[in-house]
């Protein structure tokens, strides 16, 4: 929603303030200007990037449409890892293996389809789980084997949002091409009228307008937007990671959630009151759980 009223902000704002200056909205439409600048930085984009960071790309610019996660997402995602761990506690961590062998078919987290559409959560969740179940490993090399793949994650989702901060910062270098075109071509009517001349002039100092409003206006704006989006989803995988470790070092299920709990940002953290409200709701479930499992 931010991402339509920003662009109708900027688009309004440049527009509305040249048409104040008495400027000719027409002299703006210049096709040519758009397929030379426009064109140039899709093939430069696919030139320089893999097919896997264009895909990611693709998903994320359509995720700044959503509004993101919100704290009823962690509110769930809090009342299933007490599940969990509430199971882990009653059956032992083998109860565990069955979950997570095919977690869209578990009697908890088939309760909780957001979770289950997070596939890098889910995937993050049951490779670090079937860990715990091997054991051998000490609570401070599992800390650092889910920091490991979380750090290998978070570059992974960031590469797109570098990606396309890089062709932002190529717009207006494009921007500047398309006006050298446009002198090519008003250099071959020198001796023309000056309407003319004034007027080719006008449409090549059009493609360094668009450049830089392309670049400084949208691109970038949209570059930080995805780098922020990308940080801010990353305290979902680092919720379940703090949950698991204190969960694998002994404490109880009630205050591995607030481990949980506790890396949230003000913005999505449920209160304590809050959380101990969700916990005492699951208590009921998760020994069903645990015996279905």
Do not use: W
Not at 271 to 290: I, M, V
Request: hydrophobic share 50%; aromatic share 6%; proline share 5%.
């Amino acid at each position: 929603m931010f991402l339509i009223i920003g662009f109708v902000i900027v688009t309004a704002s440049v527009v509305g303030g040249y048409l104040m200056e008495g400027g000719n909205l027409l002299v703006l439409v210049q096709p040519a200007e758009f397929v030379i600048i426009g064109g140039a930085a899709l093939g430069s984009m696919l030139i320089g990037t893999p097919p896997s960071i264009l895909k990611g790309m693709l998903g994320q610019l359509k995720g700044l449409l959503a509004t993101g996660s919100t704290k009823n997402d962690y509110k769930e995602l809090l009342a299933m890892l007490y599940q969990i761990f509430k199971a882990a506690q009653q059956s032992g961590v083998m109860a565990l293996e069955s979950h997570f062998e095919k977690p869209a078919e578990s009697a908890i987290m088939s309760k909780y389809p957001k979770f289950l559409a997070r596939h890098h959560a889910v995937d993050f969740l049951a490779d670090s789980v079937k860990v715990i179940i091997i054991g051998g490993i000490g609570p401070h090399d599992f800390e650092n084997l889910m920091d490991l793949d979380l750090e290998v994650r978070h570059h992974e989702e960031a590469r797109p949002a570098a990606t396309l901060n890089k062709v932002a910062d190529a717009m207006p270098g494009l921007g500047i091409v398309a006006a050298v075109l446009g002198v090519v071509i008003t250099m071959g009517v020198i001796d023309g009228p000056p309407a003319e001349i004034g007027h080719k002039v006008g449409a090549a100092l059009v493609g360094t307008f668009l450049g830089i409003l392309m670049s400084y206006g949208f691109m970038q704006p949209m570059a930080t937007s995805m780098e922020l989006r990308v940080a801010m989803e990353g305290h979902y995988e680092q919720c379940i990671k703090s949950g698991l470790l204190a969960m694998y070092k002994g404490f109880s299920p009630m205050v591995s959630i607030e481990f949980a709990r506790r890396v949230l940002p003000d913005e999505l953290r449920p209160s304590f009151e809050e959380t101990e409200q969700l916990c005492k709701g699951t208590k009921a479930e998760a020994p069903a759980a645990a015996a279905a499992a």
